[in-house]
C-alpha cells in the first residue's frame, strides 16, 4: 500500500521563503509529484522528482531523498497568490502504476 | 487553462436523478481518469481509461458509470446518488507512454456536485 504525510497548514509571510515537508511509504517508487490547486480550481503540476536531490525551478524548488522516504517543495520571494494547497502524489507500482496516491494537501496562507 | 475541459462546473441532483458529468481533452492523451475530491480527504481515483479500455480495478459503487467513448472523451454517468456523494470530481489526462508510472496528468476544472 501507499501511505502519505504532509502538514494540514502553513502560514508564511509575503517575500520569505516556506517549506512543505512529505513524507511517503510505497510498495515501489515511480517518483513523487508536487501539484498546487487553488480553492475551487483544477490541482496543476509543479514538479516531478525521480532522483535524489534539489530541482529548481524559478521560484519553486523540489527536493527528494528515497532513502528516507522524504521530500519537500521549497518556495521562495512569496507571493500572495502562492495561497493556495500543496498537493503530494506519488504514482504506484506494476498493475497499479496508473494510481497516483494524493496526500491530504497542505493550505498555504500567505499574509502581509 | 490546462487542455482539459468539464462539464457542467456545477450540478445539484436530487437522489433520484440521473445526470452525466463530460470531460474532454484536447492535448492528444490517451489515458484518462476520473477522480473525487471530497472536503478534508485526498484526491481519491475511482477510474482510468487507456486508449479507451478501462483500467486499474478501484472499487467504485455502481451508482457511478464511467464510458470512454474514444480517447478525447470521458462521461461519468450518475444514478441514484446519496449526499455523501457530494464532492469535486476532477478528470484528468496523461500521454500513457510507459502505462501510467511516472507521467503528469493535467487535471480539469472539476464538477461541483451536490446531492440532495
Known amino acids: 500500500g501507499q501511505n502519505i504525510d504532509q502538514p494540514t497548514e502553513m502560514t508564511a509571510t509575503e517575500g520569505a521563503i516556506v517549506q512543505i515537508n512529505c513524507t511517503y511509504q510505497t510498495s515501489g517508487f515511480n517518483g513523487l509529484f508536487w501539484y498546487q490547486q487553488h480553492a475551487g480550481e483544477a490541482p496543476t503540476f509543479l514538479s516531478y522528482?525521480?532522483?535524489?536531490g534539489l530541482e529548481e525551478k524559478g521560484r519553486f524548488s523540489s527536493f527528494l531523498s528515497r532513502s528516507k522516504g522524504y521530500s519537500y517543495l521549497l518556495l521562495k520571494e512569496l507571493q500572495m497568490k502562492d495561497s493556495a494547497s500543496y498537493l503530494c502524489?506519488?504514482?504506484?507500482?506494476?498493475?497499479?502504476?496508473?494510481?497516483?496516491?494524493f496526500g491530504k494537501g497542505t493550505k498555504l496562507s500567505v499574509i502581509p | 487553462e490546462t487542455g482539459v475541459t468539464q462539464t457542467p462546473r456545477h450540478l445539484v441532483m436530487g437522489m433520484t436523478n440521473k445526470k452525466s458529468l463530460k470531460c474532454e481533452q484536447h492535448l492528444g492523451h490517451n489515458a484518462m481518469y476520473w477522480y473525487k475530491q471530497s472536503a478534508k480527504k485526498p484526491l481519491e481515483l475511482m477510474f482510468v481509461?487507456?486508449?479507451?479500455?478501462?483500467?486499474e480495478n478501484n472499487s467504485v459503487p455502481s451508482r457511478f458509470s464511467p464510458e470512454c467513448p474514444n480517447s478525447s472523451h470521458l462521461f461519468l454517468h450518475l444514478h441514484t446518488l446519496q449526499p455523501e456523494d457530494s464532492a469535486l470530481y476532477l478528470c484528468?489526462?496523461?500521454?500513457?507512454?510507459?502505462?501510467?508510472?511516472?507521467?503528469?496528468?493535467?487535471f480539469g476544472p472539476g464538477t461541483r456536485l451536490l446531492v440532495l
Open positions: 522528482n525521480v532522483l535524489d
Open positions: 484528468a489526462s496523461s500521454q500513457d507512454r510507459s502505462g501510467g508510472a511516472g507521467e503528469t496528468q493535467y
Open positions: 502524489a506519488v504514482p504506484g507500482s506494476g498493475a497499479g502504476s496508473y494510481q497516483l496516491t
Open positions: 481509461y487507456s486508449l479507451e479500455e478501462r483500467v
